[in-house]
């Protein structure tokens, strides 16, 4: 009998657990759930993100506010750790990261990655200015780079189009000119984290601010002017 119950018990545990893993939802759904609560309605005195993110994460450029849908989990979740130690600074984000807790920043950050990006990466990928014109000075930059100042190409880190390569390089095409310029200037004058091997630091101190702002104008304007660009190829079809 004793036997018996034994393997009563054991069966019954582990169908019991079986039906546990089965109907639990995995930590990334999870995640992703708690993010998009919180990015659409907040929680104490965490400003719902899509405030300033838009609806689906993708950015106010009128307001300089940046997208972030689609860009990778873990530089999201690196740029909040910063924001709420002061590595970085800004005056609304500062406050909202430092009342967030890590189980936060972690879901915010799996729900903006999880969301498609509000551009056509397959469009920008293939709009790549080779031979830009010389006198256009942020396509010069982004495609072909300064060697004479040690500046390397934009979109050898930021991809062909500056669509974004893995988790760390985030998408820069269509972000507003006015938060390009600020990441920009804030990398030159030493008031952002410069990364890893103080890559995007010691790349803005090379920069003047005529080639700051002749890139972040570039790269604002690319998925439209890439959207142009396929228009009489689809007409000709």
């Known amino acids: 009998m004793v036997r018996k119950r034994g393997i009563s018990v054991l069966a019954v545990g582990g169908l019991a ?5 089965m ?26 993100c899509a405030t ?11 307001a300089g506010f940046p997208y972030l849908a689609g860009q990778g989990a873990s530089y999201l979740d690196e740029q909040l750790q910063e924001f709420a130690t002061g590595a970085r600074s800004h005056p609304v984000m500062a406050p909202i990261a430092k009342a967030m807790n890590r ?18 990466a397959k469009a920008l990928s293939g709009h790549l200015d080779t031979y830009p014109a010389k006198d256009d000075a942020g396509a010069w930059l982004a495609n072909r780079g300064d060697w004479s100042n040690n500046l390397p ?6 991809g062909p189009g500056g669509v974004g390569v893995g988790e760390q390089f985030p998408a820069i095409a269509g972000q507003p000119a006015a938060y390009l310029r600020e990441q920009l200037l804030a990398w030159k004058q030493g008031k952002r984290n410069p ?7 010691d790349i803005a101190k090379r920069m003047n601010e005529a080639q700051i702002t002749a890139a972040a104008d570039y790269f604002a304007g690319l998925p439209q002017a890439a959207k142009a660009a396929a228009a009489p190829a689809e007409g000709a079809k």
């Open 17 to 21: 657990m079986g039906a546990f893993f």
């Open 153 to 158: 190409a934009c979109i050898q880190c930021h």
């Open 195 to 201: 990364g890893p091997l103080n890559l995007m630091g």
């Open 103 to 120: 189980s936060q920043m972690q879901a915010a950050a799996a729900y903006y990655a999880s969301l498609a990006a509000p551009f056509d």
């Open 23 to 48: 109907s639990a939802p995995t930590f990334a759904q999870t995640a992703v759930e708690q993010g998009q609560t919180l990015a659409k309605s907040g929680s104490g005195a965490v400003l719902a």
């Open 52 to 62: 300033c993110h838009g609806a689906k994460g993708e950015g106010m450029a009128a």
